[in-house]
Nanobody
Framework: QVRLVESGGGLVQPGGSLRLSCAATGISVGLRGMDWYRQAPGKQRELAARIFASGGTAYADSVKGRFIISRDNAKNTVYLRMNNLKAEDTAVYYC????????WGQGTQVTVSS
């Protein structure tokens, strides 16, 4: 059974940083693509960052240069380092992977506010 558990969200001031974690069970994060999506209030869920099985990465234009996605195969965990956070980064952040179906975590709230 695939399970994705996010953690690390919280309240941070503009310009601050956070690191989100996605601990996976039932899959090996190093053998598949893993994503971080986010959904702001009243908006559609959008892809923020992706790490491919090859280790390559891709980012939404809105986070490029500020967010870094990475993984630790030994811990079977994917991370999202978020720097220089802005108010518009406020959202629920979800870990996702696609196999026989879409697998989602429960989400972690990130609020950027002074």
């Amino acid at each position: 059974q695939v399970r994705l558990v996010e953690s690390g969200g919280g309240l941070v001031q503009p310009g601050g940083s956070l690191r989100l974690s996605c601990a996976a069970t039932g899959i090996s994060v190093g053998l598949r693509g893993m994503d971080w999506y986010r959904q702001a209030p009243g908006k559609q869920r959008e892809l923020a960052a992706r790490i491919f099985a090859s280790g390559g990465t891709a980012y939404a234009d809105s986070v490029k240069g500020r967010f870094i996605i990475s993984r630790d195969n030994a811990k079977n965990t994917v991370y999202l380092r978020m720097n220089n956070l802005k108010a518009e980064d406020t959202a629920v952040y979800y870990c996702h992977t696609r196999g026989s179906s879409d697998f989602w975590g429960q989400g972690t709230q990130v609020t950027v506010s002074s």
